[in-house]
T-cell receptor, first 111, second 114 residues
Framework: LAKTTQPISMDSYEGQEVNITCSHNNIATNDYITWYQQFPSQGPRFIIQGYKTKVTNEVASLFIPADRKSSTLSLPRVSLSDTAVYYCLVGPSGGYNKLIFGAGTRLAVHP | DGGITQSPKYLFRKEGQNVTLSCEQNLNHDAMYWYRQDPGQGLRLIYYSQIVNDFQKGDIAEGYSVSREKKESFPLTVTSAQKNPTAFYLC?????????????FGPGTRLTVL
């Protein structure tokens, strides 16, 4: 299972775009990249998942370069309610996913 | 209303007692998981089950036990052998999507040993 590296914390202000980059240098060919959001005392919430290029949903965008050794979660126009911990995970396809959660990135959005 | 439910939300136990945490899902997912989260840390896998009547140890299974008698249910027992059981416990279930499995989490149970 590929290990990921993310910044420990980030700060932003309401209305700004936030980009959180995750490094996964030893990602395997069949691995997917998944991002979760977690609020205090709640379970992680699935945000977005991708394999290559760009994926967009109603919440975020995920940018994956051609070498797939990193990925960037983009949150457009953040609000105070986006203050949370964001986890980047890389996992194998074709089987049940033993997710490895690091400490994540603690995003603080300020007024 | 589909989802994953965990009960109770808060649980207190005395040292030396076993306690069972409930996890139920009505999403028709095959796989279910238990994680433990300590303050400021990521999640660590305790046990997982891919199908009924089958389960495997995760990274920190010592002091825990599980059963999977029904597809919808995956209870976790924290035994007295678990040296430091105070933590936030999360249950998840997963479904195959686009050749990978996406896990969905319950709200969690916070266990405190007094």
């Amino acid at each position: 299972l590929a290990k990921t590296t993310q910044p420990i914390s980030m700060d932003s202000y309401e209305g700004q775009e936030v980009n959180i980059t995750c490094s996964h240098n030893n990602i395997a060919t069949n691995d997917y990249i998944t991002w979760y959001q977690q609020f205090p005392s709640q379970g992680p919430r699935f945000i977005i998942q991708g394999y290559k290029t760009k994926v967009t949903n109603e919440v975020a965008s995920l940018f994956i370069p051609a070498d797939r050794k990193s990925s960037t979660l983009s949150l457009p126009r953040v609000s105070l309610s986006d203050t949370a911990v964001y986890y980047c995970l890389v996992g194998p396809s074709g089987g049940y996913n033993k997710l490895i959660f690091g400490a994540g990135t603690r995003l603080a959005v300020h007024p | 209303d589909g989802g994953i439910t965990q009960s109770p939300k808060y649980l207190f136990r005395k040292e030396g007692q076993n306690v069972t945490l409930s996890c139920e899902q009505n999403l028709n997912h095959d796989a279910m998981y238990w994680y433990r989260q300590d303050p400021g840390q990521g999640l660590r896998l305790i046990y997982y089950s891919q199908i009924v009547n089958d389960f495997q140890k995760g990274d920190i299974a010592e002091g825990y036990s599980v059963s999977r008698e029904k597809k919808e249910s995956f209870p976790l027992t924290v035994t007295s052998a678990q040296k430091n059981p105070t933590a936030f416990y999360l249950c998840a279930s997963s479904i195959r999507q686009f050749n990978t499995d996406t896990q969905y989490f319950g709200p969690g149970t916070r266990l405190t040993v007094l």
